[in-house]
């Protein structure tokens, strides 16, 4: 799993209109709650104390104390981060709204010039990891809107913070402890590895773990620059996808219409069934026509919760989508951004 369904809404507002944004902003003056006292963790321990208790259990892990002299050497818990942790806001959005936000005009033509521009490379990397490049453009516009939106937090701050407030600390602290590895392995200053407020770095947003096991150094240059090198940006999405299960004969699914009596007991994204038999259930496609597709195993998810939830026969390429981002929401409009990204 890429680990990062708790930095699902950071990723959902930097595709708000600013009129949305504003909106949210006074929500959070509204209801703000007084700040994380920054002293003490959830234990009562200091920043201090906890700091050189990890450092101890780093060493073990294979740290050098030189690495860790220089990643902390001005360390401190960051309020902010705390704070973006906390609060991310409940979000009452219907797919439809979301996918207005996230699959936008703007994002589908920018998606289909880089597809244009680096369709050489694309097709490249997307023939040795067996992906669509589609797929790979449109994961990497929905992350970081093409690379602009990595954020700017000191990644080795920024976990510290969160495997030191307590909640959940063992997933972090496990982070920190690979970030650490990544500046050993990949020869860097720890002020060089920054990114979003959750430690995801670079334009594919790679928790630590992830970067470790899937990011590529493509162009052979000693280096896995996920930051600023678009053949290694590519090719790790490419090698996560490919590892993770993806199979290039396949598309994603597509958007269904039910009949009234549909057994909704039947959407169960562990239950798959031949497109044969979802048709002599009753189930179409969205426009009301035959089912098409090949009669492959599919499985009949809702996207959404209510009567705001949109039916979806998903083949097996979704579910790998799920695992970089659990949320059905994020699946669907990469799904969709890849589709528009492709078509005339």
Not at 79 to 84: C, H, K, M, N, S
Not at 231 to 253: E, F, M, P, Q
Request: charged share 25%; with cysteine.
């Amino acid at each position: 799993m890429h680990s990062r369904g708790f930095i699902f809404y950071s990723n959902l507002l930097d595709t708000m209109p600013m009129k949305h944004l504003m909106a949210f902003a006074l929500m959070g003056l509204l209801f703000l709650s007084p700040a994380w006292a920054l002293e003490q963790n959830d234990s009562g321990q200091s920043f201090s104390a906890w700091l050189e208790e990890f450092k101890k259990d780093a060493i073990t892990e294979g740290i050098s104390p030189s690495t860790l002299e220089a990643a902390f050497a001005d360390s401190e818990p960051l309020e902010r981060v705390v704070e973006l942790d906390r609060k991310q806001p409940e979000s009452t959005m219907t797919l439809e709204q979301y996918l207005r936000n996230a699959v936008n005009p703007k994002r589908i033509k920018e998606g289909k010039e880089f597809y244009a521009e680096n369709h050489k490379l694309l097709k490249k990397i997307g023939a040795e990891y067996g992906v669509q490049p589609s797929f790979i453009v449109a994961l990497w516009g929905i992350e970081t809107n093409y690379g602009r939106n990595m954020g700017g937090f000191d990644t080795i701050d920024a976990l510290a913070t969160l495997a030191f407030e307590g909640r959940r600390s063992e997933f972090f602290r496990t982070e920190l402890i690979n970030a650490l590895k990544i500046i050993e392995a990949e020869d860097m200053a720890a002020t060089e590895l920054r990114g979003s407020w959750a430690g995801a770095l670079g334009q594919c947003q790679f928790m630590p773990s992830s970067f470790l096991q899937f990011a590529v150094d493509y162009n052979k240059d000693g280096k896995r620059d996920i930051w600023d090198t678009k053949s290694d940006v590519y090719a790790s999405i490419a090698n996560y996808l490919k590892s993770s299960g993806w199979n290039d004969d396949h598309r994603w699914g597509q958007p269904v219409e039910l009949p009234d009596d549909f057994d909704r007991a039947l959407a169960d994204i562990k239950q798959e069934k031949p497109l044969s038999e979802w048709k002599k259930l009753g189930v179409r496609d969205a426009d009301g026509s035959p089912l098409s597709g090949k009669n492959r195993d599919a499985s009949l998810i809702f996207a959404g919760e209510g009567d705001d939830a949109v039916p979806f026969i998903i083949y097996h390429n979704y579910k790998v989508i799920l695992k970089w981002n659990r949320s059905r929401f994020f699946a669907t409009a990469v799904s969709k951004l890849a589709d528009a990204i492709e078509k005339n």
